[in-house]
């Protein structure tokens, strides 16, 4: 009983305590909601009642982080007045000032700033208030945090810069900003990729002009170290602006193929309104010049009855089976694209064809043929498929029928070039 009177009498003085508690937990949170929600009112009458300024959500989000992302300039300044560090970050990492910054609110950046806001701090990534403004082209937000002297030569975790950031996400503008700011012209991230492949990629001549006013090296990282004539790299990406606009400002290529890919094909119609023929092929292709080198067989679908003459006058019907082996080159020449994955255009063939058969029931054979055959058709490539029609002439021998032949065919590439070209920022 003695036991049991001391609990109650704990629990009696702890009781208080614990009402307190709870009701200042609950001011906090019903600041944060009125600075979310924008409650100017509120947000004074909670902080006169005793409020936290700087608390936080299980998200480590204070008031003064929401009222700044949600643009509620006179909370922003409220809190700031009454004690709100704008230097705390929540778990993300993205600051007060980050979050103005992407919301292009400038008044608000500049009341963070005269308290104290580090304007070169950075979230979990690396990334500063200036990178997200490249990033998302806020050409006013980038210059205002540039004459406040952020800098425009940090780097995120994986070495990008915000110049290589707005190229990236074909800025021009920005890029000519901070060019003049001083940022780095060559500056590059872990992987080699700099503003120089992004404008290719981007096929922005201005920015190429931009990049070149300053010096700029004109080369592409296919790594860190080993480089890729610019040049080359257009025409890789079938980026005829950018090569026309590099050869202007006195750049040229080389006259190497860049072959890169295995290609693996089904022949899935070789005929003609006599005959027809299936098979497959393999080969590589020059993303450099659109062109390639396949080698296949095809085979007759079933036996074709011919009729054979014989000396007398006579004829014998004969039972035909029939294949040939063929090496062809191809040149596609495709048309302009914004789409880098894609490409389509007319295709020119080249076909060496050799031909042999058997005839069934008897030892005698058709004559073996060696054959040039033209042809002229549509190729499309996306990603790493593609189909491809054309018209061939075949001047095969009369059983083949007509000379004129269709083709169609489809397959996929196995690239073989591991140093990568297409370089990534997915932190965006």
């Known amino acids: 009983m003695i036991l049991t009177r001391r609990i109650l009498f704990i629990l009696l003085l702890l009781l208080p305590c614990f009402t307190f508690s709870q009701t200042f937990e609950e001011r906090n949170n019903r600041l944060l909601m009125a600075a979310y929600q924008g409650q100017a009112d509120s947000v004074l009458s909670l902080l006169l009642d005793s409020a936290d300024v700087n608390c936080r959500n299980e998200e480590g989000i204070t008031p003064l982080m929401y009222a700044a992302e949600k643009g509620h300039l006179d909370i922003v300044k409220i809190l700031l007045y009454n004690g709100a560090d704008p230097k705390l970050d929540p778990n993300s990492g993205r600051t007060a000032l980050m979050s103005a910054a992407i919301q292009n609110y400038p008044e608000i950046v500049y009341s963070l700033l005269i308290y104290g806001a580090n304007i070169n701090a950075d979230d979990g990534d690396g990334i500063t208030a200036l990178t997200y403004a490249c990033g998302y082209n806020l050409y006013d937000m980038a210059s205002y945090l540039l004459q406040n002297f ?42 080699g990729a700099n503003a120089i492949e992004y404008a290719i990629r981007n096929n922005d001549v201005a920015m190429l002009d931009t990049l070149a006013k300053y010096q700029t090296e004109i080369k592409v990282y296919i790594n860190t170290k080993q480089k890729v004539n610019a040049v080359d790299y257009a025409k890789i990406l079938n980026r005829r602006n950018a090569v ?45 010049y659109n062109s390639s080198f396949e080698v296949g067989f095809n085979k007759r679908l079933a036996k074709k009855r011919i009729l054979e003459p014989q000396p007398d006058g006579s004829f014998y019907q004969l039972w035909e089976k029939k294949q040939y ?23 020119i063939r080249l076909k060496g064809m050799y031909s042999w058969g058997s005839y069934e029931g008897t030892t005698q054979k058709p004559t073996d043929k060696l054959s040039f055959v033209p042809g002229i058709g549509y190729g499309y490539m996306s990603d790493n498929l593609f189909v491809k029609a054309a018209y061939e002439y075949a001047n095969q021998d009369k059983y083949y029928g007509s000379k004129h032949w269709i083709t169609i065919s489809a397959g996929f590439f196995i690239p073989i070039n591991k140093r990568k070209l297409n370089h990534k920022i997915t932190w965006m």
């Open 150 to 191: 952020a800098n425009p030569n940090l780097k995120t975790h994986d070495s990008t810069s915000a110049l290589t950031c707005s190229a990236y996400f074909g800025n021009t503008e920005i890029v000519g900003l901070l060019l003049r700011n001083n940022a780095h012209p060559n500056s590059k991230n872990i992987h």
């Open 244 to 288: 026309v606009a590099l050869r202007k400002l006195g750049y040229h290529g080389s006259i190497l193929p860049f072959y890169d890919k295995i290609s693996v094909c089904y022949n899935a119609f070789a005929f003609n309104f006599k005959d027809i023929f299936m098979g497959a092929g393999v080969g590589i292709f020059d993303s450099k």
């Open 325 to 347: 082996l063929y090496a062809s080159f191809e040149k596609l020449f495709a048309f302009k694209t914004q789409n880098i994955h894609r490409r389509q255009g007319i295709l």
